[in-house]
Nanobody, 124 residues
Framework: QVQLVESGGGLVQAGGSLRLSCTAS????????MGWFRQAPGMEREVVAT????????YYADSVKGRFTISRDNAKNTVYLQMNSLKPEDTAVYYC?????????????????WGQGTQVTVSS
């Protein structure tokens, strides 16, 4: 496992932008696929975006496609989620997660390391 620490959440008006960061400890970050998930109150945790170990392959949930961008900097052990054109329905706690291998999955069960979460609130 790796330890993950998210930052960058906050309160923003609809149409605004936020950039989330997730920094990992340990030497295995560059060999792991990463994902961003979110969980709204009363809802199940859902995948937002994933990225493979090189950054060359990404996945986006339909609800965020065209608005969010996932990227990673393996030299900094950090994965990012750039969120543009935010909507009130994007309000949730956002979590970053790491898999045990280089290929990303879309189920929370595919990930063995989780950050503590960061709140994103989008006001209308």
């Amino acid at each position: 496992q790796v330890q993950l620490v998210e930052s960058g959440g906050g309160l923003v008006q609809a149409g605004g932008s936020l950039r989330l960061s997730c920094t990992a400890s340990g030497r295995t970050f560059s060999s792991r696929a990463m994902g961003w998930f979110r969980q709204a109150p009363g809802m199940e945790r859902e995948v937002v975006a994933t990225i493979n170990w090189t950054g060359g392959s990404t996945y986006y949930a339909d609800s965020v496609k065209g608005r969010f961008t996932i990227s990673r900097d393996n030299a900094k052990n950090t994965v990012y989620l750039q969120m543009n054109s935010l909507k009130p329905e994007d309000t949730a706690v956002y979590y970053c997660a790491a898999t045990t291998g280089p290929v990303a999955g879309t189920s929370p069960d595919d990930y063995d390391s989780w950050g503590q979460g960061t709140q994103v609130t989008v006001s209308s």
